[in-house]
């Protein structure tokens, strides 16, 4: 009965919890992510979710001959850094920002049309009793014509 | 009664805390079984982590409402106002489906008329688009100061990119956030149509070998598999049930087109701070794959529109 009683209250504690994540999710991706797009056109397109230490994401998306891009991911500031990795149709390696001191950003333009896959994954700290730390990580788009 | 009451109480908010949990992890992406990344997790932790390793986060990205109407800019191809969603239809939509399909779709006119600087047709597709928003809740998506801030800047072309790019990250963030992915689905569905139906309406036979728009029609088959997976995260609901079942019968229409491209190599520009994705490719759609490939996109586009 007691553990009925207080089940609605957790459930909503964590509810809320949830809730205000996904907005500071948002806030974090508007304030720190979309500035790093810099002068190229963010296309609008939101993808942001909370991750843990170690703990990985992938996207799938098509980029086009015409246009020249520049993908941003960003880790909130507590997380150990965010590795990024930009894979073709065979599963090659076309970048890797751990070959750039893990920089936010990678500029690339394509001579044809392809389907990449981006492999973001928040690495793990060295300290490891520590509780894992998890965070917002952001992926965004930004787009401009081939000069 | 009141026993009967904190039961049914606790049942439902929990049901409501895991659909929240799920939701809010997916944000926009969807969970799919690890594959051979691996992930390092280190001993102490393992326990903690355990779980969070069972899946992997998956974002299916389509080309944005924006990014197809500038696919469109790019290729060279005219302003046909005629194409357009008439705004005058805007009260016809009153279910969910239609009205998210139709803030794709008013999104992507708006982006394409942006491009071309038609002024008026601007604001009024902005505010046919805030109606949209508006009717499924998304609070905040376009507000007043949005439609004041097009306004004043309605020829700056720069100015009004960013507020369409900003009200739609505002529409699908709403949704994502709030446990709505399938709506948020229909959205980029109903946009990304809108583009693929106003590049096919714009190719004339006549024109049809060398088109630079024809190669961005078929560029669009790298993206069908992204549009299916997107969909089939909300499998089960009704009206996204119907939406796989039209992707499908394109797909169909997209398989009939080849395309085939060499590895590709990566090459970095020093001076642009820019790699160079090389590559070649070839294609291979006939006039006849394309008529029926244009048929079928507008009658499906039609179902969104009626």
Redesign the interface.
Same mark, same amino acid.
């Given at each position: 009965m007691r553990i009925l009683r207080i089940t609605p209250i957790i459930a909503l504690f964590i509810l809320g919890i949830t809730v205000n994540a996904n907005a500071q999710c948002k806030a974090f991706a508007k304030k720190v992510c979309l500035p790093e797009l810099g002068s190229y056109t963010h296309d609008g397109n939101y993808h942001a979710a909370v991750l843990v230490e170690g703990e990985e994401a992938e996207l799938y998306k098509t980029f086009y001959s015409d246009m020249e891009y520049r993908v941003a991911v960003s880790g909130e500031e507590d997380l150990p850094k965010v590795e990024f990795k930009v894979l073709d149709a065979d599963k090659n390696v076309l970048y890797s920002n751990k070959d750039n001191d893990y920089s936010p950003t990678w500029d690339f333009k394509l001579e044809s049309s392809q389907q990449l896959k981006i492999v973001v994954k928040v690495l793990t700290s060295d300290q490891a009793e520590a509780t894992p730390e998890s965070g917002c990580v952001s992926i965004m788009f930004g787009f401009r014509m081939k000069k | 009664m009141n026993?009967k009451y904190?039961?049914s109480?606790?049942i439902l908010?929990?049901f409501?805390?895991c659909a929240?949990?799920v939701s809010?992890?997916?944000?926009?992406?969807n969970k799919a079984p690890?594959d051979d990344?691996s992930?390092?997790?280190?001993?102490?932790?393992s326990a903690?982590?355990r779980d969070?390793?069972q899946a992997?986060?998956?974002? !299916?990205?389509?080309?944005?409402?924006?990014?197809s109407a500038?696919?469109i800019?790019?290729?060279g191809a005219r302003f046909e106002q005629t194409l357009l969603n008439p705004v005058s239809d805007v009260n016809n939509y009153v279910t969910n489906k239609s009205m998210a399909l139709n803030l794709g779709i008013y999104t992507c006119d708006l982006s394409y008329a942006s491009l071309y600087d038609q002024t008026q047709l601007i604001i009024d597709y902005m505010n046919a688009a805030k109606k949209m928003a508006d009717g499924l809740g998304i609070l905040k998506a376009v507000d007043q100061a949005t439609i004041d801030e097009l306004e004043e800047n309605i020829n700056n072309r !720069?100015v009004i990119?960013?507020i369409?790019?900003?009200?739609?990250?505002n529409s699908?963030?709403y949704l994502? !956030?709030n446990g709505q992915p399938a709506i948020a689905a229909m959205v980029?569905v109903g946009g990304w149509f809108e583009g693929l139906y106003i590049s096919t309406q714009l190719v004339e036979m006549k024109d049809f070998n060398g088109n630079?728009l024809v190669?961005?029609i078929i560029?669009?088959k790298?993206?069908i598999d992204?549009l299916i997976?997107l969909l089939e995260q909300s499998k089960g609901n009704p009206a996204i049930d119907e939406l796989i079942d039209q992707v499908q019968h394109l797909k169909t229409v997209f398989d009939k087109i080849s395309i085939s491209?060499s590895?590709?190599q990566?090459e970095y520009d020093k001076e642009?701070?820019?790699?160079?994705?090389?590559?070649?490719?070839k294609t291979n759609m006939t006039p006849e794959v394309f008529k029926e490939l244009t048929a079928v996109v507008a009658d499906i586009r039609s179902s969104f529109v009626k």
């Open positions: - | 026993k904190g039961i109480s606790g908010i929990v409501i805390l929240s949990l809010g992890c997916r944000s926009g992406g690890a990344l992930v390092n997790v280190p001993q102490d932790n903690v982590i969070v390793k992997k986060k998956v974002f !299916d990205a389509l080309p944005s409402p924006l990014e500038m696919l800019k790019s290729a !720069d990119m960013k369409v790019s900003e009200t739609f990250m699908n963030s994502e !956030d980029l630079k190669g961005r560029d669009q790298l993206s992204i997976n491209t590895r590709v990566p642009t701070n820019t790699t160079i994705l090389k590559s070649q490719v």
